[in-house]
């Protein structure tokens, strides 16, 4: 069971028990079932996410949606009956998706003396968001959240301002399982998260979840293969959990931007454990190490997650290799200064004894890229330059190498073809410049070659009807700020959209009500490869405004894509047709 697991991991474990639809008796016989069982469960967390639509207990048996008062009531309610089976049980929620006050204010005036702990969820990064440096930064999210619930446990139960516990009962990079969930950031950025809430001051925290798998991505620290292969986040985890498990430290960096850093108590006595990230895509970080205020100079033990360990092909969207964290021995120069390679987290043991140096005579490596094998021609794509040792067939641990990118047929490397790939594996973006069979050569300075073929695909443009309006049922589901209804149109002898735009001169962008029409639902089709949405318009003869007509498509990998715009000037009386095309080719993976 996962008591069981929990238990075999010296871990105490945190049940949710069913607030919506389930009873206090229900989740007082859990409690009896665990203590029975011998299984400690530390905390009790009452219902998930109930304020939300998506939630099947925020739907009320008898009609009606939860409400924070009523959670509240339920909440008193189940409380009460875990604690008369077991009083030391801490019981807390209200579970809620955000850092939002709503429902937890509710408890904390109505059952201030049975709330144990506040929790909530948080998934700080945009589906959309492909900027290292923007994802990095949403890791300082949580400190306003702690901050925000500290103050509001202080004002309403200062009595037990010192008792009530606040739990993230739910977390990762981004709600929407894509790349960021699993991709060669997500270890760094959740060491440094894991760091942010250490600093924070959140009592215990929980990661969400341990299998689950999408396509592009999943929240799984594990993969659902048969091996279960380790994600990025669980590298980050245990980098914590074996390396900086000490008392934690001030920790300061000055000095430049894309650095983040924690310190620790070390394992031997007098030692320091510093966890540092390097938040760039590209560029090693140079650091100067320093402990007391004197330079560490020497060998230093290090434990690091990095491209070297962990990579992720985003094209057949599955780990590239998942290792364990490779240990080394770096040299500090007589300033204490070492380097730090891109997108890692990299643990230097201060003041312990490091032994010997670490060994660059090393076979030279294999090359290899990692690309898709089939591509759009309109879409250029990213890729890595991977190298493997030759002996192991393993990542390349040693020093960074030289390695040269050429391509033939209709592709083109963007950027230097000279680059320098650091930790086994270097980014580089390819831009078809036709369609046909096209190779990308990576050549090693010692003259070690591999090719990789890419196909790519000529792209023919054709559109769709999803929606003809012919029929006033189209309409449904269909939203407008303004007067939607359906009618006959003289020219086109069928029926039409129309809406009453009379009042456009009052809408207010802030209050939303500036909505020409959303289409929430889409009927099926096939949305791979979307380049666009074409429309016809037409307005009254005596129609004379101002401002525009934007398209948006809206996903859940990006919640705003804004393709482009038609002024209103230019929608005469006559039917015209207009095609917008999607311009950013960054979007088109999250037309699917």
């Keep these: 069971t996962a008591h069981e697991f929990v238990r075999d991991c010296g871990a105490a474990a945190l049940v949710t028990v069913n607030a919506g639809s389930g009873t206090p008796e229900m989740a007082a016989e859990w409690c009896r079932w665990a203590k029975k069982q011998g299984y400690v ?10 304020e939300g639509e998506w939630e099947v207990g925020h739907h009320l048996p ?20 875990i604690k008369a089976v077991d009083p030391e049980a801490k019981v807390g929620g209200p579970a809620a998706s955000n850092d939002g006050i709503v429902f937890g204010d509710a408890i904390l005036e109505q059952a201030g003396d049975l709330v144990d702990f506040i929790s909530y969820h948080t998934y700080p990064v945009g589906g959309g968001e492909t900027d290292p440096a923007k994802i990095f930064a949403r890791a300082d999210s949580v400190k306003g959240g702690i901050k925000k619930w500290r103050a509001r446990i202080q004002e309403m139960v200062p009595e037990r301002a010192d008792e009530i516990e606040i739990g993230i009962t739910e977390w990762h990079v981004a709600v929407h399982e894509g790349p960021n969930t699993v991709n060669e950031i997500s270890g760094p950025w959740s060491a440094k998260w894991i760091g942010r809430m250490i600093e924070a001051g959140v009592d215990f925290a929980n990661v969400w979840d341990f ?21 990025g986040a669980f590298w980050a985890m245990q980098l914590w959990g074996r390396e900086m498990s000490g008392t934690m430290l001030e920790t300061t960096v000055e000095g430049g931007t894309g650095v983040s850093a924690f310190a620790s108590r070390g394992k031997t006595e007098g030692g320091v454990s510093l966890l540092v990230i390097n938040e ?21 033990r290090s434990h690091e997650l990095s491209t070297a360990n962990y990579l992720w092909d985003d094209h057949r969207k599955e780990p590239v290799w998942s290792e364990p964290l490779i240990e080394r021995v770096a040299i500090a120069d007589e300033a204490g200064t070492v380097e730090v390679p891109p997108l890692s987290a990299t643990v230097f043991h201060l003041g312990e004894k490091a032994g010997a140096e670490e060994v660059t005579d090393r076979a030279q490596p294999e090359p290899a890229f990692v690309g898709p094998e089939e591509q759009a021609r309109d879409i250029p794509f990213p890729g890595w330059v991977v190298l493997r040792d030759p002996t192991t067939g393993k990542p390349y641990t040693g020093p960074a190498q030289k390695v040269t990118v050429t391509t033939t047929g209709p592709l083109e490397i963007e950027g230097e073809r000279e680059i320098t790939v650091h930790r086994a594996a270097e980014l580089v973006r390819v831009s078809p410049t036709g369609a046909g069979e ?27 009807v999803l929606w003809s309006f012919e029929e006033e049922s189209q309409l449904e589901g269909m939203h407008s700020s303004f007067t939607l209804s359906h009618t006959t149109d003289n020219e086109f002898r069928k029926g039409v959209a129309e809406i009453d735009v009379s009042r456009l001169a009052d809408s207010d962008e802030s209050k939303d009500r500036n909505r020409l029409l959303e289409i929430k639902s889409l009927p099926p089709f096939e949305k791979q490869h979307t380049s666009g949405i074409t429309f016809r318009l037409r307005a009254p003869e005596d129609f004379s405004q101002g401002g525009k007509v934007t398209a948006v498509l809206l996903s859940k990998a990006n919640h705003w894509m804004p393709l482009g715009s038609i002024k209103l000037a230019d929608v005469g009386e006559k039917w015209q047709q207009h095609e917008i095309r999607v311009e950013n080719p960054e979007w088109f993976p999250a037309m699917s």
């Design 41 to 50: 469960v530390r905390y009790w967390e009452v219902g998930n996410e109930l």
């Design 62 to 81: 008898g009609g009606g949606k939860m409400t924070a008062k009523i959670y509240a009531q339920r909440f008193v309610e189940i409380a009460k009956a």
């Design 211 to 231: 299998l689950s798998q999408t396509q592009d991505g999943g929240h799984g620290i594990f993969g659902r293969d048969e091996a279960l292969t380790p994600r």
């Design 280 to 300: 760039s895509a590209t560029d090693p970080a140079t650091v100067q190490l320093a402990l007391g205020g004197e330079a560490v100079t020497g060998t230093v």
């Design 438 to 464: 096209g190779e990308i050569l990576v050549t090693t300075a010692s003259g070690v070659a591999s090719r990789h073929s890419v196909h790519v695909q000529e792209v023919k443009v054709t559109p769709k």
